[in-house]
C-alpha cells in the first residue's frame, strides 16, 4: 500500500498559484490521481497520471490545472493557476482508480476573492 504525504496548500488570492505534492515510496508504479471536494459538495476528479506519464484532466479544469511526476523523488505534483475562489476545496491524492483507504486528510486549498 502507498503512504502518501501531501505537502502544499493553504490560502491563497483569486488570480494566484499554487503547487501541491504528494510524495510516496511506491507512486512511481501507480497511475495516480488528484480528487478534490469543495465545500457542500461531493469529492470529484481532477487529473490523473499514468506510470508512464501521460495525463489526464477534467474537461472544465483543462488549462489552469497540470499534473507531473518525479520519478526520482517518487512524487505528484498539481500545479493550479489561475486559481478561483470555486477551486476552494479539499485536494487529494489517492492512486487511479481510487483507493477506498488511500484518502487520508486531504490538504486544504482556500482562494479568497
Known amino acids: 500500500q502507498v503512504q502518501l504525504v501531501k505537502s502544499g496548500g493553504g490560502l491563497v488570492q483569486a488570480g494566484g498559484s499554487m503547487r501541491l505534492s504528494c510524495a510516496g515510496s511506491?507512486?512511481?508504479?501507480?497511475?495516480m490521481a488528484w480528487y478534490r471536494q469543495a465545500p457542500g459538495k461531493q469529492r470529484e476528479f481532477v487529473a490523473r497520471i499514468s506510470i508512464t506519464g501521460v495525463t489526464s484532466y477534467q474537461n472544465s479544469l483543462r488549462g489552469r490545472f497540470t499534473v507531473a511526476r518525479d520519478y526520482a523523488e517518487n512524487t505528484v505534483y498539481l500545479q493550479i493557476n489561475s486559481l478561483k475562489p470555486e477551486d476552494t476545496a479539499v485536494y487529494y491524492c489517492?492512486?487511479?482508480?481510487?483507493?477506498?483507504?488511500?484518502w487520508g486528510q486531504g490538504t486544504q486549498v482556500t482562494v479568497s476573492s
Open positions: 511506491g507512486i512511481n508504479n501507480r497511475a
Open positions: 489517492n492512486t487511479f482508480p481510487p483507493n477506498t483507504n488511500g
